[in-house]
């Protein structure tokens, strides 16, 4: 059985001001003075000792966060396309409070965040279904090249999210919250049956990791 811990990257200064982040790769998507300070806890508190290898989304945010946590480990990095983060196209970087005003028929109003429609208002936007597709690929991917590893993946909130629905096997449709920075999600998969399970979604108790 292969064991993922998808670890989301550290506050940047985008979710500070409440911007859609997407796969923008800028001075505002690097992380702040407390995103740092989240990695540096979690590296502080995680036993990173039983893992076996690193996986980061190549984006800048995600490698910083993957550089803060592996400083004891010193795993080799591996970068993966399937981890990034869903682009929202033409959305990427605008804020979200002024786009669910133009658009709150796409929005989940208490999530506040966009609903899988949201395509109809970005059609350059990534569906949902695309990215629980990729995602599902790299874990599965990952399961048959490295079958009993224990693999930390860091990512993005809404990549861990369309990691979980696909291990649930829910609809795109569930209003799932978004992880935290630097929480952890526990995802592993069993290749000979080809069962996902979910062990914890969003914990930041280092203690039960």
Do not use: C
């Amino acid at each position: 059985m292969t064991v993922f811990y998808l670890i989301r990257h550290g506050q940047t200064t985008a979710n500070v001001q409440g911007l859609k982040q997407g796969t923008i790769n800028t001075a505002i998507t690097q992380l702040t003075a407390t995103g740092i300070s989240q990695a540096e806890r979690l590296h502080d508190q995680f036993d990173w000792s039983f893992a076996n290898r690193i996986v980061a989304s190549p984006l800048d945010r995600t490698q910083q966060t993957a550089a803060i946590v592996n400083q004891t480990a010193q795993l080799p990095v591996e970068l993966d396309d399937r981890l990034l983060e869903i682009s929202y196209g033409s959305w990427d970087g605008q804020s979200n409070a002024a786009l669910q005003a133009q658009h709150p028929d796409v929005f989940d109003p208490v999530l506040n965040d966009v609903l899988p429609t949201y395509v109809n208002a970005a059609p350059d936007g990534e569906s949902f279904g695309h990215v629980m597709g990729r995602v599902d690929h790299f874990m599965r991917d990952f399961a048959t090249q490295a079958p009993d590893e224990a693999i930390l993946a860091v990512t993005h909130g809404f990549t861990i999210k369309a990691a979980v629905l696909t291990a649930l096997s829910l609809p795109e449709t569930v209003p799932l919250p978004e992880p935290m920075n630097t929480s952890v999600t526990k995802i592993s998969f069993e290749p000979q049956s080809q069962q996902y399970y979910l062990w914890y979604y969003n914990r930041f108790d280092a203690s039960s990791y």
